[in-house]
């Protein structure tokens, strides 16, 4: 079945680089996503990249996609406090017949920004 | 209020006990979901309606029971619940069900529910 992995911690000091990383099963997944999620909030969409694309940048984020590999992931530049959270990376839709509001998600990554 | 709003935001229950959670939201979307958000396991879909019909439902146990009275307004209907069913249950909303970046779903806050 479908799977999306990812390492459940990291942990990077104030203006260091910080880089998510995400591997995933279903080929067909026309988009990826990275949701952050902070303490007591909903998950926010931070980004996307289109499973045609290998680079996508905004601003302090990059996400970079091999999709040969099936690896996605997500730097954040000069990685501030404000940045701690639970990252979750998500694919979908997975197809067309179905519901397709789905996504699947990863276990979501904690990202620990230290001063 | 804006957005997708959820209440309550801590639930504690006994296992005989019956409540509901309640999801809103403010943004005239057509397709509202329910998601379980488990400590060590991915997010996990539950339930998902589209124009108040439920059009996905993952193998949910029964004592899980979903109502969507309107566009704006879902429910989960807690009954005889399991300790293992403490978790985070997100509610969310999109404008249709079509997926895609263009039809992003919008998360609440969740509600944390602990089942003694």
């Known amino acids: 079945g479908e799977d999306v992995e990812q390492s459940l911690f990291l942990s990077v000091r104030e203006g260091d680089s910080s880089v998510i990383n995400c591997t995933y099963t279903?080929?067909?997944?026309?988009?990826l996503y990275w949701y952050k999620q902070e303490p007591g909030a909903g998950l926010q969409l931070l980004t996307y990249?289109?499973?045609?694309?290998d680079m996508k940048q905004d601003q302090r984020l990059t996400v970079l996609l091999n999709k040969k590999d099936k690896h996605l992931s997500l730097r954040i530049a000069d990685t501030q406090t404000g940045d701690s959270a639970i990252y979750f990376c998500?694919?979908?839709?997975?197809?067309?017949?179905?519901?397709?509001?789905?996504?699947?998600f990863g276990k979501g990554t904690k990202l620990s920004v230290k001063p | 209020e804006t957005g997708v709003t959820q209440t309550p935001r801590h639930l504690v229950m006994g296992m005989t006990n019956k409540k509901s959670l309640k999801c809103e939201q403010h943004l005239g979307h057509n397709a509202m979901y329910w998601y379980k958000q488990s400590a060590k396991k991915p997010l996990e879909l539950m339930f998902v309606?589209?124009?108040?019909?439920?059009?996905e439902n993952n193998s949910v146990p029964s004592r899980f029971s979903p109502e969507c009275p309107n566009s704006s307004h879902l429910f989960l209907h807690l009954h005889t619940l399991q300790p293992e069913d403490s978790a985070l249950y997100l509610c969310a909303s999109s404008q249709d069900q079509t997926g895609g970046i263009y039809n992003e779903q919008f998360f609440g806050p969740g509600t944390r529910l602990t089942v003694l």
């Open positions: 998500a694919e979908g839709p997975l197809n067309y017949g179905g519901s397709q509001g789905n996504l699947i």
């Open positions: 990249i289109f499973s045609n694309m």
């Open positions: 309606y589209s124009l108040e019909e439920r059009v």
């Open positions: 279903d080929s067909s997944s026309t988009y």
